[in-house]
């Protein structure tokens, strides 16, 4: 591997966002800390979406305290999937996928199998706090297993693949789909390893595709061509994202949304602290993309007007 | 934008704050910004010796007034068997020793220390009038006849007191004067029979004046002698004003010291033979920090009480450690923010680099390898028991005891005596550590682990450079305001939004695939 560098000034150029500049010049300004714990919170994000209409998977309950963690078979579906996710869990950690289950054999969609006392295990560290932001005491989501639509069939490695949309001052900026692979075991990080495709904003089709932000043409781990993909139920995606932000108030936002097969799209979770690799996998910057927002954010859109806007800035080839 | 602004102006003021303490420091309390510069320090002994008469004994020594230029910090007088004050005669300070029935060879000693320092001014100055005790003074049997015919000379080639004892210097040194001849022969036999002459006629003419007996400290002699001189008060400048007895008026030099400035004699016996005082001067040259310490016990300044060295010397030692932090932090918020470098936990490296400092660099990087990775072995065999989260971390933190204690020993048995120092580690620091890496192994692989684990080590070893470097570590303990340039410094950067210098290469090959 050779050492490639570029100037900054080519990068202010392209307009492309870097990590501080995402922290001092946007997280720093447009997101006020109250309203963090609105998206760190996974619970209290599922209950705003429930208020204002927003899909999202279905809760089968949590687990709060060590004396209910016995209790764990109370949330497991009859014969169905589930997910386990610290309810203020960061960057995909401690998010446990069981794809089925018999006998108190649990299935990873690696095929490694757990037993009961392993998941009891995982639940337990995940009240402790081994997850959370900052170590914090956190909840245990037991979450139904999203059949994911056909339209990915390929496209993903064991694992829920998901869209995630950047949302700045309410208007959608960049969106892409995370990939797992068999490196991210299964988790749509792009930092673990997962696929990010660039999701271009007016169609929904494939832009371009990274890993480990580099760019890839064809899936790792099954060879599937990336540039074929296409994203459906598009729109109703892009209303998602950006009610997330009435919903928030948070000004730089990643909308993270599942497309399940009967349900349809569904928000699955918020971040504010969205990464950059997003910019790689569109091959765009996104400052440019700020600067066309920050002409009308001012203006009273609702979420509509602001699609619109998006998508005659971006939408076009 | 205005919130940018205001990170500068607060900035700025802090900098300037900071920079105007340490000029305050520097110009008025004597620090000096590098550990090398040594400053003079005299410690002078009066030493007073005289036989006993059988009878009872007293002796009173003069002693040097607080006068400008000079910090006295330290005193002590030797006196064996012998009752001993600090009594005040005149406006001036005196020893005084005394004893019923002294018989035989008597020494008696008087010390102190005292520190040059320009910028010195004495609490107190002689008050501009002229002291009563003078008026008793007497020159033998000298008539009052040539005195006031003197004086009457002096007066017609003068203006005012100033020039009035100018004249008169000037008027003693012409031997060939018959007056002064005579004067010389009768009743001058040395300089402090000149010094005498002049005060009995400055004080008949009623002229605001003191005697001196001054020391030259200049130079290090064994035995120095004290020179006998006189002062004018110069009522148009407000000050007093300094003669030599053969010279005239002169500017007061930097290294004469005044030992004593008054009416009466440097030594005053009763009941003694033989009484003697002699001088003995030693210059030391000392670090500049411990002379302005020594200064500010003696002086007082309001900086003292605000000052580290104030406090008992082990607690000083603590926050000469615990100074250093700040300098760890800056090169974590530099490193993390101008290069990218990832830790595991913001603030671990620079714990490990302060337990570096302790164990030295190498000795330090291999044991926290060992004490981790057999943690790391360790902690991937207790995943299997199922434990709850602060158990783990209590059974790893015991593991890291244990290891630390087993690779002290062992070492010590191979001969390698560094390795005692281990137990400066952080511990628990260690313990999480081992936790978290072996987390992100689990969640995000190993090169993950190797890319935070690195990074940590990197920040770790660069803080270690920075905050051991001697400069560094006299800087923030001499002038712990440095703390606030640091606060400055991390403030402004707080607000950096460039890029990093990992980013560059991050999103090399993507800015050029789309630059086209």
New interface residues.
Partial sequence: MT??????S?????G?L????R???YIGRYNDRRLYPLVDDKLQTKKMALQYEIKTPDLLGYIAF?SEVKKIEEFIPEGEGFVIKPAQGSG??GILVILSHENGKFVKPSGEVLDL??L??HV??TL???YSLGGRDDVAVFEKLIEFDNAFDGFSYEGVPDVRVIIYRGFPVLAMMRLSTS?SDGKANL???AVGAGIHIGTGKAINAVQF???ITHHPDTDKDLRTLEVPHWDEILEIAARAYDMTGLGYLGADVVLDKKRGPMLLELNARPGLAI??AN???MLQRFEAIDKVANKPWDYKKRIAYSLEQFGGE | MRSKYQIYLIAAGLVILALSIMFYKIEFLGYSLSPETKRSLYEVEAKVSFEGTGKGAFVSLALPPDQDGFIRVNEDAASSDFGFVIANRHGTRRAEWSRREVTGKQTLYYTEEILPDPNYRAEKQPEPVINPAYEKLELGDLSGKVVEQLIREARTHSYDDVTFAAYLVKKFSNKTDQTISLIFHKYVKNDQDLQRAFAVILAKADIPFNMIEALKLGATKRVNRLIPMFEVYDARKKRWQLFDLHKGQIDRPADLYFWNRGPDAVLITENVKRPRVSFAVTETLVPARTATLKAQKAQESIWNGFSLFSLPIDSQNNFKRLLLVPIGALVVVLLRLFVGLKTSGTFMPVLLAMAFAETQLIPGIVMFLVVVGIGLLFRSYLAHLNLLLVARISAVLILVVGIMVYVAILSYRLGIQESVTITFFPMIILAWTIERMSIIWEEDGPREVLKQGGGSLIVAILAYFAMTAPMVGYLTYNFPETLLIILAIIIVAGRYSGYRLSELYRFASFAKRIDR
Avoid: C, Y
Wanted: glycine share 14%.
């Fill in positions: 050492l490639e560098w570029v100037r900054p080519v990068l202010r150029k392209l492309i870097g990590m501080n500049g922290n001092v010049d060590q995909g950690k006392a392993e009891r295990r337990s560290n402790s706090g081994l490196t930092h673990q390893g932000d580099r760019p910019q790689i091959n765009t910057g």
